[in-house]
């Protein structure tokens, strides 16, 4: 599955980019080059964040899961608790 951008949020990555190495890095970079910068992390590193993402979601779903049993948990054969204890039977 690759990680494509859409192309408003591409262009201000590529404008990002630009950006960065003109500020910290005293250079300057077109925008092809910036776009296939872009393209190249977007394949080879994005997919490492991804991953660890979705992990993470898991991760926290699971916890999620697992804490629903006590929310939603009742007891069954309530009902002479509620009534006091008293076992009243039938003459």
């Given amino acids: 599955m690759s990680i494509e951008l859409p192309r408003e949020t ?3 990555a590529v404008a990002s ?3 960065y190495f ?7 970079i077109g925008n092809i080059a ?3 910068l872009l393209g190249f ?3 080879e590193i994005a997919p490492l964040v991804y991953n660890q993402a979705v ?5 926290r779903l699971q916890a999620r ?3 629903l049993d006590l929310e939603v948990h009742e007891e069954p054969f309530q009902y002479w608790r ?6 009243r039977g039938r003459r």
């Fill in 22 to 28: 003109e500020q910290e890095m005293d250079e300057p």
């Fill in 10 to 12: 591409r262009d201000e």
């Fill in 65 to 67: 899961i697992a804490e």
């Fill in 55 to 59: 992990a993470e979601v898991q991760e």
């Fill in 17 to 19: 980019i630009q950006r």
């Fill in 34 to 36: 910036a776009g296939a």
């Fill in 41 to 43: 992390f977007l394949e």
């Fill in 82 to 87: 509620k009534q006091g204890g008293v076992a």
